[in-house]
């Protein structure tokens, strides 16, 4: 599904975000991307969601390479990834039902299809009686959930998330959690970037470390290993 | 179908972020406006001093007074020798006949009479209009030569008035250049940060449009919609201004100052207004397209 063929970004600063990485990720994969801030995991995801181009290598999304999509191509490739950050990311300016449904609005759906679509993801989120608030009348769980509706609200083949959980007490993380584990158990790829040793300790899902940019582990099984917290 | 529901949801965003964000929009609105009245109000008073210093220089005029011994066939003669004057636009023979009665309207008949003796003292006279104020010292030095014009006795002309009236006219000029060069940079740097501040509050909101696949002719319907209604806006309220506010200086300066004769030239002044309302709806659609190109390479 996803295949990074001896991939390496180098910045026009001269940082290395990452050194020849090879790595696959299977469809249905869980896969957790460990390591240090700066180790390269927002290099990986950006490099993903074709934000960044590699300097050298290939990427390749369901046999096809991402690094040779041209411009306008580009929006149509994102509207198979679900995107979800660690500072949620909503418009302040939008209800929790109106932030998810111009991700499907950008599809030219139709405002049945619309509200069907999004009703649903709410649901999935446990958000129903929280449509018509406005993200600064959410808690940051609820706003990370409303977020993780926007990135499955369209049914996408992977989801990206990027410390989906970095804002959040130990218990919305979990929450958080069960949700992710859910999407995933319905057949969806997730590839997660996470500092929390203790939520990829207990889930038991493969993990990609990452230092200096260069992958120095990939357990198939892991925990989070490594000796930074 | 799709492009129809593209624009349906562009336009339901439009005014919806006009509605949320109202306290910028008018602030935007009213940038537009003040920049376009102040345009406006400068290119009115430019047609205005142009028109009042036409005005002048029509009344101005060169007057010859000829030697009273010279005959009547003489004098009538003369005409034809003034089309000579550089800058020659007419000339009107008032003869001493004439001339007296217009100093007889204006004095006491009998006392007139009596000084003279009951003759008119007076010589005949042309009155000579130019096409330009600034051919007048020539010609009164052309006229004043006697070899060429023997029949003349005396030149008059409003020197003071005329030479006034050039520095007036030339300094409005320079007046006016430097108020639509100051309104331009001032208009710039208000459109700029005006612009910059709209960017900074949707820069998020571009980029996440972006994650989320949406292309850039989407994310821009709604910010194009909003800007153009920003500019029309603004326009429409130049052009009230504009309106109204010319119509009641016109008649202020007519009641009150009445010597002063203001340009009424609606042609002109809707002609104004449309170039202003064209202005406003290219300011709000560049300024948007401006805000929105930064954050669309994501």
Redesign the interface.
Known sequence: MIQFINVSKEFQNGTIGLKKIDVKIEEGEFVFLVGASGAGKSTFTKLL?R?LLPTEGNILVNGKSITRLKQ?QI?????NIG?IFQNY???G?RTAFENVA??V??????RREVERKVDYALHLVGLDDRKTHFPDELSGGEQQRVAIA?AIV?NPQIIIADEPTGNLDPETAKGIMDILNDINIKGTTIVMATHDSGIVNRASHRVLELAHGELIRDDKQGGYKIDLV | ??LF??LQ?GFRDTM??LW??KGMVLVSVLTVATMLVVLGATVLLAANSEYMAKNMEEELEVVVFLHTDVSREDALALEEKLHSVTGFKGATFVPKEDALENINTQLDKTQLSNATGGSNPLPDAYHIKLEQMEQMEDAVAYLSNTELFPQIELVRYGQDVVDKMIALTNTLEIVCIAIVVGMVLIALFLVNSTIRLTVATRG??IS?????????F?IRVPFFLEGLLIGIVGALLADGVLFFGYDAVYNYIGAQLSFITLLHNDQLLFFIMLVLLAGGTLLGALGSNIATKKYLK?
């Open positions: 969601i934000e306008r929006p149509h490739y994102r509207r995107f990311r909503l418009l300016d111009f991700a609005e950008v599809l030219g759906a139709t926007r369209n | 179908m799709i529901r593209y949801y919806r972020s949320r964000h998020e909101e996440i449009m972006k994650y989320v696949g949406a292309t850039n989407y994501v």
